[in-house]
């Protein structure tokens, strides 16, 4: 069995507010997921239209 350090042991609670944060905020955090995913996707498009143009 494995056993936290003393150290270790600090870190539950932050680890489990953290983890409830995300609960209480997962639709913003999904709705800010989706936005940047959408500009990632628009950004790799418009790279490609200038590469495919030649434009340097």
């Given at each position: 069995m494995v056993e936290l350090t003393q150290l270790?042991?600090?870190l539950i609670?932050?680890?489990r507010a953290?983890?409830?944060w995300s609960r209480q905020h997962q639709?913003?955090?999904d709705t800010a997921?989706?936005?940047f995913d959408e500009k990632?996707?628009?950004?790799?498009?418009?790279i490609g239209l200038i590469h495919l143009a030649g434009v340097r």
């Open positions: 270790g042991k600090t609670e932050p680890v953290l983890a409830e639709g913003q955090i997921q989706s936005a990632v996707q628009y950004n790799r498009r418009n």
